[in-house]
């Protein structure tokens, strides 16, 4: 019998491939126009209600679509941002994944109501940014010798902003007194125009 992981893996690596377009910018801003015209959680349970089910080929799962959350990669994310990256835009779709336990357990709505909530555009990340640029400056190769990553402010915007979000999950899920080590939740990030 296969777990739900093997089955995630099988199904994802038997998808056909589709490129991403490089021009988000469209995409981004639909996403984010129906994201800030949302009220909350009324707002996110109004929508869920109306979601539409959809049966993945060969899979027999159900996804629920909803909320302007959907992301160039297919999936509902449960938070967007983006922002210009100079010629292009840096957009990143979060969602909280799970495992060992059902959609609607108490762990699995608290996170996702957590993250959705979040206005990540308020978000100050700039401890977030400091370390990833401290860190980068004093990377070392295999022998130990300096070898400073190099990454676009962009990136490490985006990869700031993830940690933040990641780690105001995990500190409120603590506080409401579910078990963080190990965790049936984990926290995903996906990201297009934030390398340039």
Request: one cysteine or more; hydrophobic letters at 40%.
């Amino acid at each position: 019998m296969m777990n739900d992981t093997d089955f995630e893996r099988v199904l994802r690596e038997s998808s056909p491939q589709v490129g991403t377009s490089t021009n988000l910018a469209p995409h981004q801003d639909r996403i984010l126009r129906e994201a800030r015209v949302r009220h909350g959680r009324r707002l996110r349970v109004w929508a869920a209600s109306l979601g539409v089910s959809a049966l993945l080929v060969g899979g027999g799962s159900a996804a629920m679509a909803g909320a302007g959350m959907e992301t160039p990669w297919g999936w509902v994310a449960d938070n967007v941002f983006s922002f210009s990256n100079g010629a292009d835009m840096c957009f990143a779709g979060m969602q909280v994944h799970f495992e060992g336990v059902s959609a609607d357990s108490d762990i699995v709505l608290d996170a996702r109501d957590f993250v959705s909530s979040l206005d990540l555009e308020s978000l100050d990340t700039s401890l977030a940014e400091a370390e990833l640029r401290d860190g980068n400056g004093a990377a070392l190769d295999e022998d130990g010798n300096p070898s400073p990553v190099t990454m676009s402010e962009a990136m490490i915007k985006q990869q700031a902003l993830s940690q933040t979000v990641s780690r105001m999950m995990w500190e409120y899920l603590e506080a409401k007194g579910y078990p963080t080590d190990p965790s049936p939740v984990s926290f995903y990030t996906r990201s297009a125009g934030c390398n340039e």
